[in-house]
């Protein structure tokens, strides 16, 4: 029963500790990057006045950043996702990992969502080093987008890229917003498990989406913008107000 009572304990006292290291991620994530975020909202809503799209993009884990802004209750609806099932973990636990180290691949999402020099990009790479994201943030600089970077800048910076010009995601973008976590992501040891557990990325990046969208929607409203905000679709009116920005935003 002791021993029962030791390991509880120990469970316990795990998840308390990566409670409080994942507490302190976001506290120097608020701190830090909360001018940059409040900059990125109000460039991505002066390209929307102009005519601009918001796309966002990631492979991987990383895709589910894009998800948190898309089609969500409280979400946006003046944001476009891309996330092929070829890039998500959906097909096959490996396939993703293989396309995003193929540089040419940019240029496939390039002509499939026909980017224009107004739009914007939001690419999520924790490691920042493979060269499919990274063309793409340089092919979409060159055409004009505007390209926003959401990277792991603690693992970005030592290790090595796998693109042609050895260059990473946080060189090659307009702006860089920091998910503040340690190199390998996962930050937490277990007893008997080799190497690390308990990534940040995913909630940081969760956190990350959400607190842009409230800043986007917050400009637009104060540049004469109603604000595209999904109502929950298990809400009584939510099914009539979804559908009305669905058909104004996404045509369906």
Known sequence: NMDRLYLFL??????????????EILNLF?????????????????????GGRFFVFGTGHSH??????????????????????ELTLGEHPLKSTQIERIAEYAH??????????KDIILISSNSGRNAMPVELAMACHELGMCTIAF????HSQVV????????????????????????????????GVKGQMGASSSLIGMFMAQTLSMLIAQKLAEV???????????VDEGDAWNQKIMSEYYHI
């Open 10 to 23: 120990r469970r316990i006292n795990m998840q308390e500790q990566f409670a409080q290291k994942m507490i």
């Open 30 to 50: 608020t701190e830090t990057q909360s001018e940059n975020m409040k900059t990125v909202a109000d460039i991505i809503v002066d390209r929307i006045k102009e």
């Open 64 to 85: 589910m950043v894009g998800e948190e802004f898309y089609a969500r209750a409280g979400g946006l609806a003046c944001v476009q996702l891309i996330a092929p099932m």
């Open 108 to 117: 496939v999402i390039m002509m499939q969502y026909g980017f224009k020099d």
């Open 151 to 154: 990277t792991n800048l603690k």
């Open 160 to 191: 090595t890229s796998r693109h042609s010009r050895g260059l990473k995601l946080y060189q090659v973008c307009d702006y860089v917003i920091d998910n503040c976590g340690v190199v390998g992501d996962a930050m937490m040891e277990v007893k």
């Open 224 to 234: 004469g913008i109603e604000p595209p905000v999904f109502l929950s679709a298990n």
